[in-house]
């Protein structure tokens, strides 16, 4: 489960590289969908895919600013 799950972050992590966003990772995808994982707990597979593959750039951009002003980002590369 864990390889396909990674698998599908790095397909969106390359998504978004190819409309302009150069350094966004797989592990960057993971830790904005999963964030909200941490209230609720890990939910079926097919809604993590879902979270996956339906998350926009705004969405991730959103998470990653906020992140930021809180202190709370540090990219993974």
Not at 17 to 32: N, P, R, T
Not at 37 to 61: C, E, R, W
């Amino acid at each position: 489960m864990n390889k396909t799950i990674e698998s599908l972050c790095e397909s969106k992590a390359e998504e978004f590289k190819l409309i302009g966003y150069d350094h966004v990772s797989g592990a960057d995808v993971w830790e904005c969908v999963s964030d909200k994982y941490h209230v609720k707990g890990t939910p079926a597979l097919h809604v993590i895919v879902n979270d996956i593959l339906s998350l926009k750039v705004n969405q991730f951009m959103n998470f990653i600013t906020l992140n930021m002003y809180r202190g709370d980002y540090r990219p993974k590369r």
